[in-house]
């Protein structure tokens, strides 16, 4: 067989599966939203029958937390095990008001299916589930042992498959990981992916008074918690845009320049102005933009709050003041002991007058690095190309994060190898997320083509 057989079964089959995929899309299985409980459990319920549909055995994980859904087709112990990672669950919607069509409810505008998920990443694991099944029914004797891992907490933290990595470690043995949960340059440089960085985050409560004051008649007297948060946040920084909290660099792996040779590390500069409205200013800037997102760890605020921001005026003290930071990190980085280090350095900077409350949350993920010459990252790199009309694939890094993937990889004792057809202007976490259905058709075919290579 070829790439070119899965594309003809994907033709053949192009009405059944879309509807399939859009029956997965609109369940809104957002994991860190506690209302939307029901809705998870119903969308691994959906995975659930779909791989047993498949022929597969089924497993479901349960535990605090929402289930991780585990199918296997095992031959035979003699032929080599390749094991897909995927998650169910998608980030929350809002703004909602900024959605042109209803967050889920997918909808084809240019031949980008519009939801929550679409491409992160119910588009690349609904590709691989189809994929899974088209390959058992053309090729049932292909010799390979196939393994599915399903979970609904990627976009939480993992917190439930972490813990059930011991415990469940003998299913998980395989000789391979791919793991399509990410992107591409451009779909002419098709690439694999080597590496992802991992995650810490932390929210900071800052607390001034028991109830908002008037600004006028303690203004001058009390310390603003408002005042007090931008302090402290920004002194998490150096006028060059290096991360000033002592030990932040210490354990940073560098790169040999045989590695960074590898990567395709060009930024268009002008695109990205264009496409984004941004100029790359943010970060380290004695390095260039995308190492300074694949390479060098960084420090980010992703929300703020305090007092009054609606429309017209309130002359308040607000009582409370809050930040949500994360951290994004590289080979050696010890999760616990970066977000202990940020913890301490607030504190360290908090204002007399104000109280901090400082949250480290559980489910960080450690960074990981893999190898381009494992033989899953050459026949993955085969599959792409192939698919791909035959342009050579290439290698880039993932700023992105998938918190139990280093884990996991430790767990099974697999090489790992990181893939997908995302593209930056997706909108991911984002209103108005989308993927190609030619990118969908591409994920089908390039996964179906990895696994036959993988058993051949
Ligand atoms: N699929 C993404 C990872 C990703 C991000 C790939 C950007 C390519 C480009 C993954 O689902 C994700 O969003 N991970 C979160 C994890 C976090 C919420 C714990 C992330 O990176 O923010
Ligand atoms: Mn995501």
Same mark, same amino acid.
């Given at each position: 067989m070829s790439a070119a057989k899965f594309f003809e079964d994907y033709d053949r089959r192009q009405t059944q599966l879309l509807h399939e995929f859009f029956e997965f899309l609109r369940i809104p299985s957002i994991s860190s939203e506690p209302e939307y409980r029901r809705d998870v459990l119903r969308c691994a319920d959906w995975v659930e029958n779909f791989l047993r549909d498949s022929g597969l055995a089924v497993e479901r994980w349960e535990g605090e937390g929402y289930p991780v859904i585990f199918a296997e087709r095992l031959l035979s112990p003699d032929y080599p095990t390749i094991m897909i990672y995927q998650h169910y669950d998608v980030q929350p919607v809002d703004p909602v008001s900024e959605w042109l069509s209803p967050p889920f409810e997918p909808t084809v505008r240019d031949g980008q299916v519009y939801c929550r998920g679409a491409q992160d990443n119910k588009g690349h694991c609904y590709a691989s589930l189809a994929a899974v099944r088209a390959l058992l029914q053309l090729q049932p004797d292909l010799p390979v042992n196939i393994k599915l891992l399903v979970e609904g907490e990627e976009e939480s933290g993992s917190e439930l498959l972490t813990r059930l990595l011991t415990q469940k470690q003998d299913k998980l043995r395989a000789d391979a990981i791919a793991v399509p949960d990410v992107g591409v340059t451009s779909l002419k440089t098709p690439s694999i992916t080597l590496g992802t960085r991992g995650m810490v985050s932390l929210t900071v409560h800052l607390h001034g008074s028991n109830t908002d004051l008037h600004s006028g008649m303690v203004g001058g007297i009390v310390y603003n918690p408002n005042r007090a948060i931008a302090e402290m946040l920004a002194s998490l920084y150096n006028a060059d845009g290096s991360v000033a909290v002592p030990g932040f660099y210490d354990s940073v792996e560098n790169l040999s320049d045989e590695e960074v040779n590898r *990567?395709? *590390?060009?930024?268009?500069e002008e695109r990205f102005k264009r496409v984004f409205e941004a100029e790359p200013t943010g970060g380290e800037l004695a390095y260039p933009p995308l190492s300074r997102a694949w390479i060098r760890p960084t420090l980010e605020i992703n929300g703020v709050g305090g007092g009054y921001t609606g429309s017209g005026f309130k002359t308040v003290i607000p009582a409370h003041a809050v930040a949500k930071i994360s951290a994004r990190l590289v080979p050696n980085q010890n999760p616990e002991a970066v977000a202990l280090g940020i913890k301490n350095f607030l504190l360290s900077k908090t204002p007399p007058g104000i109280r901090a409350e400082i949250e480290i949350h559980p489910g960080h993920g450690e960074p990981l690095r893999t190898s381009a010459n494992s033989s899953i990252a050459k026949i993955a790199s085969q599959a792409i190309s192939e698919s791909c009309g035959g342009i050579p694939c290439g290698a880039i890094l993932c700023g992105g994060s998938i918190p139990v993937i280093s884990k996991l990889a430790k767990a099974s004792g697999a090489e790992t190898v990181f893939m997908g057809y995302g593209l930056d202007t997706d909108q991911i976490h984002a209103p108005n997320e989308h993927f190609g259905l030619d990118r969908l058709r591409l994920s089908f075919a390039t996964i179906g083509r990895m696994i036959e290579l993988f058993g051949k």
């Open positions: *990567l395709s *590390l060009e930024f268009d």
